[in-house]
């Protein structure tokens, strides 16, 4: 459950985000925002300026039933916005294995029991990443390991057939 205390103008500030890991950073708050009073729900974020330093800023509140609901109450840029969801998908099993290469595209097509990932680097330079499941490259035929280094030069494919 969530209270609101106030509504505030436009104005800008610093929000400290913190996940359940501990670990924090902080990003920028911009535009109409909210104070909070949290109630039965964990402060995820906090503002850091002016007199609403300290207060809530986001909230998450789980559900015994399961599932959670995420308030925030402010416009975080895009580093505030992009912890959140990362934090939202990694609380469920939803992060892929290369999650902080922005242009590796990775998506992974299944039939029955057979599972065929593809990467594709969108980038204008080389990635270099750990490969994520052994398996075949389809293209060129080379047998790869997990955690294997696996370098794709700009804008390659590789195709794996999982083992």
């Known amino acids: 459950m ?20 501990g670990s924090g950073s902080t990003v920028e708050a911009r535009s109409v925002f909210e104070i909070l009073v949290a109630e039965e729900a964990e402060v995820i974020g906090t503002y850091g300026d002016d007199f609403y330093a300290g207060r809530a800023a986001v909230t ?3 559900y ?9 109450g402010t ?15 990694a609380g469920h099993g939803l992060m892929g294995p290369y999650a902080d290469e922005p242009e ?23 990635v270099t990443v750990p490969v ?8 060129t035929g080379r047998v790869l390991t997990a955690g294997e280094p696996l370098t794709l030069a700009p804008k390659d494919v590789v195709v794996l057939r999982e083992a």
């Open 132 to 139: 994520h499941a052994p398996g075949t490259d389809l293209l």
């Open 104 to 126: 590796l595209e990775f998506a992974v097509r299944a039939h029955g029991e057979v599972r065929t990932a593809f990467l594709l680097n969108h980038a204008d330079t080389p």
């Open 2 to 21: 969530w209270r609101r205390l106030t509504r505030c103008p436009p104005t800008s500030s610093t929000a400290s985000h913190s996940t359940g890991a």
């Open 60 to 62: 998450r509140k789980p």
């Open 75 to 89: 416009l975080l840029d895009q580093d505030g916005i992009s912890s959140i969801l990362r934090s939202v998908l």
């Open 64 to 72: 015994p039933a399961g599932g959670e609901a995420w308030y925030v």
